[in-house]
Nanobody, 123 residues
Framework: QVQLVESGGGLVQPGGSLRLSCGGF??????RGWFRQAPGREREFLAA????????YYAEFVRGRFTISKNIVTNTIYLQMNDLKPEDTANYYC??????????????????WGQGTQVTVSS
């Protein structure tokens, strides 16, 4: 059974940092990445990384603040988030797709979702 499990969310002050993790179980995927959804807003793409190469890509509004990475040995991807702002408050989701259709991935057309982890940025 395929499963994606996120961890690492929590409460952080503005300007702080968090690192989210997403463990994958079941089988490998071609692309894995991160989305978020705030209350009353649509889910939005953040970043993605290819499992078989060093290719990664980002939404423009997080470039420079968020970094995606992976550990092939542990089948885990990470999202390092720096200089967090209150508007980054959302539920963050890990996602995976079994092919390299980047346009589909950006639109949220993925094959598997994690359950989400809450990030709250507040003083």
């Amino acid at each position: 059974q395929v499963q994606l499990v996120e961890s690492g969310g929590g409460l952080v002050q503005p300007g702080g940092s968090l690192r989210l993790s997403c463990g994958g179980f079941g089988r490998p995927f071609s692309v894995r990445g991160w989305f978020r959804q705030a209350p009353g807003r649509e889910r939005e793409f953040l970043a993605a990384i290819y499992w078989g190469s060093d290719t990664d890509y980002y939404a423009e509004f997080v470039r420079g603040r968020f970094t995606i990475s992976k550990n092939i040995v542990t089948n885990t991807i990470y999202l390092q988030m720096n200089d967090l702002k209150p508007e980054d408050t959302a539920n963050y989701y890990c996602a995976a797709r079994s092919d390299y259709n980047n346009d589909a991935f950006r639109r949220g057309q993925v094959h598997h979702w994690g359950q989400g982890t809450q990030v709250t940025v507040s003083s």
